[in-house]
């Protein structure tokens, strides 16, 4: 028998399975254009069922990566509701769908006008796109400086073991392999981890410490949003090379590093400010 | 697959838009065409490594698709919204961008650090390969060329 997932795609001949953003590694699990708009169609995979964390960060990202027209809506199967922790966040969205076996198909023309509304200012969207571009050119500009292939992990006296960061749908929620050092946020991984844990782990605490997620269901800036964000770490991430993580975690508003010390590092930090102001003035 | 996947995603977002369309010269159907014509040359652009087996002609062919593909998918934008006054400007990618970078009614300002760097990166590199004899892009060129193309497209979608 046909899944839910598998008839709506049949049903639905312009849908694009899988779609990719050029943006964000963070995409719907199904585009279905209707109506003048385009739906995302979220269905929770077995990890967002135990951490709605994930879910949340997949939504809000693509929702910013997305033109404002890309409209959300949650798939929750039914046999799976009580196996989400806290399902009540949810509640604040109106885009949920909850689905069995015996469900019909939705259609999507009449969905729309239950389901229309924007999530957030589309100011920060611009903003997270401009920041994008700022730190790709700041890279490209600057490959030498931030590529140096003498990645140390670096350590201070303010560094922590673990970010604890506060959970949407929960109490705290422990972050491993990244660490803060200073006042502002920089970053690094502990080499031993592995690459798809630490990078959503990255992303996950990252959107949440720009961000936060009201009552209501919109994303609002932090006023973290502004300082600047780097990773330091020995994944090849370079603009020229795979442009889907460099860009996501560009995004984001971290630019990945490669270097051995601290004072290398702020070097960086020093020079990536003057390039800001410098680009301000220039506007 | 990747860049095909990425491209389909991108165009859905463009044909979207088509629906939407204002201009008082072009209907939503004469833009989803032209939006279809945008799509033809990224396919061109995708498949021209199975008909051309010469590295430097293939690498600029890819440039020459994917920049006609940008300046159509642009001009299209700009008159969904009824952004570009007939008559008024010789059609350029640079005319574009300038136009994006002014804004409209309907759609967000390209800030200006962006529109520089698709001159820069985009434009003047097209000129660079596509208006001087003998000039040819690396692999490296062309796919940073390439991808600054859709990632440009996927911007100026976000601006609507």
Redesign the interface.
Known sequence: MLSLFEKIVNDNP?S?V??????TID?PDI?I?A????FGLYFLKKKEIERLDLLLRRIYISKL??????VPIVFIDKKTINDIHNVDILSHFRFIYEYNDSTALPSFSKLFDECSMDYYD?RI??RA??RM??IK?FSEENIEAIKTNQYKEIYSPSSQSNILIPSWPSKMHSIKNIYNIGDDVLIERECRSGFVDTFENILTYTLKYNYQLLDNGFLVENKNNKYNKFLNTNWDFTP?GN??YY?TLAFMGLLPIEVDSISNLKKIAYTYSDYSLT?HR?? | M?KN??I???L??Y???C??CSSPTLSPIDAEHKIDDVQKELVTMLDIDKECREPKKRYLYKVLFSTKALDTALRTFLDIHNAWPCGTNPPSLGGYINALKKGGRLF?TL????A??ANKEIVDKRNEYLHVANKYPTR?EQ??IC?KI??FM??V??L?
């Open positions: 312009k694009i899988k779609p990719q953003n050029m943006f995409n585009l254009p109506n003048g708009n385009i990566a997305y033109f404002s027209k890309m589309r969207q611009n796109i401009q571009w700022h050119l020229n442009n889907l860009n680009k220039k506007r | 990747a996947k990425q389909e995603t991108l859905a977002q044909y979207t838009l629906s939407s967000n800030a200006s650090h962006i520089q760097a490296q796919e940073k991808d859709l990632e996927q911007t979608v976000n609507a």
